[in-house]
């Protein structure tokens, strides 16, 4: 699965979600969620992220679950993209090190 982003330069690139997972739903039916990790090590990550989030605001009534993870110390942290709160403070994000919108109260320890 792939979800296009302009970079800062005007570029386009494509995010490519790293999981796909299937589950059962409480009705039977089956559902997707996208769980994709994200790190500071790509100078592309808040681009990806916030066609993530982006993505979640238009197709997210398709999908179980959106989630991004980034580990930050020894703990993972996620972001849920069905939250239109986190959508808005990942899309005004403006800084380089995307693990520190992990350490704000929207993110959330991962179980």
Known sequence: MRIAYQDDNDGWGSLQVDFLVVSRRSDGTLGVS????HGDYLADTR????????YAELYGDHYVRIES???VGDQLRVHDLHDPGVRAEVMEFDGAQVSALYE???AREYR
């Open 69 to 71: 993870l980034v580990k």
């Open 104 to 106: 704000v109260s929207l």
């Open 47 to 54: 681009p990806k992220l916030q066609a993530l989030a982006r």
């Open 34 to 37: 996208i769980i994709d990790p």
